[in-house]
C-alpha cells in the first residue's frame, strides 16, 4: 500500500467529517477537531485551545511504515505524547483500525470506523465541576485542609491533637480510597488485555495475573503423598487453632508453646462525624466563595501541565524516535 495513495484517501475522509465532529487522543483523551486539510498538513485545533497545531505529511507517513512494519498492531504507548492525535487522525483512514482498549494502531484489509471520532460535540473538561457524592472526596477534602493547617513535615513539633486529627484522616481516606480503587479496578479488567499497558495522564495500568493455591482434602493429599513415597510425618504441621483447642484443657501455659512477642501501635477508636460534616461544609462553602482563586489554580495546573508536555514535546518536524528498533 503506497503511502501516497493512502495519504489522499486520508484528507478525503478528514474533508467528510462534520464541522462539528469532535476527535480524541487515544491516550490521553483529549479532545479535538479538525480546522482545516491541507495538501501536506492538517490543522487540528484542542479544545478550548484558540491555536492550531499542525499535523504534517511526513510524520503521518513515519506512523504509516511503523504500522505497515508492526505485524500485532504499533503499540500507542511508543507515541510520544505530542503525537496521540496522529493516531486518531490516521484511524480515519478505512484501512487502519484504532483499538482505543488494546492501546494498538493496526492495518487491516476490512474497512473500519475510528471509535475515537464523534460527530457531535462533548462536554470541555473545563466546564462547572460537580462534586462527587463518595465518602473518599470528602475525606479527601478534609485531609487536605488539615494538611495545610498542620506542618506535616514537623510532626514532632505538632500537638497531640493536631497529629489525632491527621491520623484519623488518613485512616479514613485510606480506606474509603481503597474501596474505591477495587471498584475501578473492576471495571479496568474488562478493557485490559494481558501484557498491553494502557496510559493515562498520570501513570499507566496493565492486566496481570497472580498464581493461588489451596490444599485439597487433608486426607486426601496425604494419602496421594504416601502412594509416592512421602511419610505422613514429614508434611503434616501443628495446627494453630487445634493447639489453642488443647491449651483450655491442659495446665500449660500460652508461653510454653508460643514464642510471644509485644508491638504497640495506634488504633483510630472512633470518628466525629458531625464535627466532620460540619468542616466539610464550611470548605465547600469556602470553595463556592471563592471562584476566582479557583479558577486562578485552574490556570496555575494547566500552565503547569504545559510545562511538563514542552518538556516531552513531540517535534511536528522531526521524525518518529523510537527505543528499539523495528
Do not use: C
Amino acid at each position: 500500500m503506497p503511502f501516497s495513495a493512502s495519504w489522499h484517501t486520508l484528507l478525503d475522509h478528514a474533508e467528510e467529517l462534520p464541522s462539528d465532529a469532535t476527535l480524541l487522543t487515544p491516550l490521553s483523551r483529549k479532545p479535538f477537531g479538525l480546522t482545516d486539510v491541507q495538501e501536506h498538513r492538517i490543522l487540528i485545533t484542542y479544545r478550548d485551545d484558540d491555536g492550531t497545531t499542525p499535523l504534517q505529511r511526513d510524520q503521518f507517513e513515519t506512523l504509516f511504515q511503523r504500522v505497515q512494519d508492526s505485524r500485532a498492531g504499533f503499540e500507542l504507548d511508543r507515541l510520544p505524547a505530542d503525537a496521540e492525535p496522529y493516531a486518531t487522525v490516521l484511524s480515519l483512514h478505512p484501512r487502519f483500525e484504532l483499538d482505543d482498549r488494546a492501546g494498538t494502531l493496526t492495518k487491516t484489509e476490512t474497512p473500519t470506523s475510528s471509535p475515537l471520532v464523534d460527530a457531535h460535540e462533548v462536554a470541555s473538561e473545563t466546564s462547572d465541576r460537580e462534586e462527587p457524592d463518595i465518602p473518599v472526596y470528602a475525606d479527601a477534602l478534609l485531609l487536605i485542609d488539615a494538611l495545610e493547617r498542620y506542618d506535616p513535615t514537623g510532626l514532632e513539633e505538632t500537638e497531640t491533637p493536631a497529629l489525632v486529627n491527621l491520623y484519623t484522616l488518613l485512616s479514613d481516606v485510606q480506606r474509603n480510597s481503597n474501596d474505591l480503587r477495587q471498584e475501578v479496578r473492576a471495571v479496568l479488567l474488562d478493557r485490559l488485555h494481558h501484557d498491553q499497558p494502557v496510559s493515562g495522564q498520570y501513570g499507566s495500568v496493565q492486566r496481570t495475573s497472580r498464581r493461588n493455591r489451596s490444599l485439597k482434602d487433608e486426607e486426601e493429599v496425604l494419602s496421594v503423598l504416601e502412594e509416592a513415597g512421602i511419610d505422613r510425618e514429614r508434611v503434616t504441621t501443628v495446627d494453630s487453632s487445634k493447639v489453642d483447642e488443647a491449651l483450655e484443657v491442659t495446665e500449660l501455659a500460652e508461653s510454653d508453646v508460643y514464642d510471644i512477642t509485644e508491638s504497640e501501635y495506634v488504633r483510630k477508636a472512633e470518628v466525629d462525624e458531625e464535627t466532620k460534616q460540619s468542616r466539610l461544609q464550611g470548605l465547600k462553602d469556602q470553595l463556592a466563595a471563592t471562584d476566582e482563586n479557583t479558577e486562578e489554580l485552574q490556570q496555575e495546573i494547566e500552565e503547569l501541565e504545559t510545562r511538563i508536555d514542552d518538556l516531552t514535546s513531540f517535534d511536528s518536524g522531526a521524525t518518529f524516535r523510537t527505543t528499539s528498533q523495528e
